[in-house]
């Protein structure tokens, strides 16, 4: 399995930005999927999973009501949409993916199969 996250950059406080994260070499369908971030000095936290189906998600407590984690099973691709981006959001963000068989979301990343190499996300204040 191939995971290619893209759509990072800067941005400013109040800013938004989309996530991409292209799925490659296994049948995206049997993968559950999250997004994970690590900022520097902390340890990685799950931010947004999703199940196979796209039918349940969760998410973080701190990004609740701003983020939106989403997938299109067509295109092999899983989307994180931030908007109302913090400063405190700043962080290498990595999509994961976890092989599942049946609808549950992916909330811990020690059970996650495979990783991408993260994009990085910068809020400026």
């Known amino acids: 399995v191939q995971l290619q996250a893209s759509g990072g950059g800067l941005v400013q406080a109040g800013g938004s930005l989309r996530l991409s994260c292209a799925f490659s070499g296994r049948t995206f369908f049997n993968y559950g999927m999250a997004w994970f971030r690590q900022a520097p000095g902390k340890e990685r936290e799950i931010v947004a999973g999703i199940s196979r189906s796209g039918s349940s998600t969760t998410y973080a407590d701190s990004v609740k009501g701003r983020f939106s984690i989403s997938r299109d099973n067509a295109k092999n691709t899983v989307y994180l949409q931030m908007n109302s981006l913090k400063p405190e959001d700043t962080a290498v963000y990595y999509c994961?993916?976890?092989?599942?068989?049946?609808?549950?979301?992916?909330?811990?990343?020690?059970?996650?199969?495979?990783w991408g190499k993260g994009t990085q996300v910068t809020v400026s204040s």
């Open positions: 994961a993916a976890d092989r599942v068989i049946s609808s549950v979301v992916p909330s811990t990343l020690y059970g996650m199969d495979y």
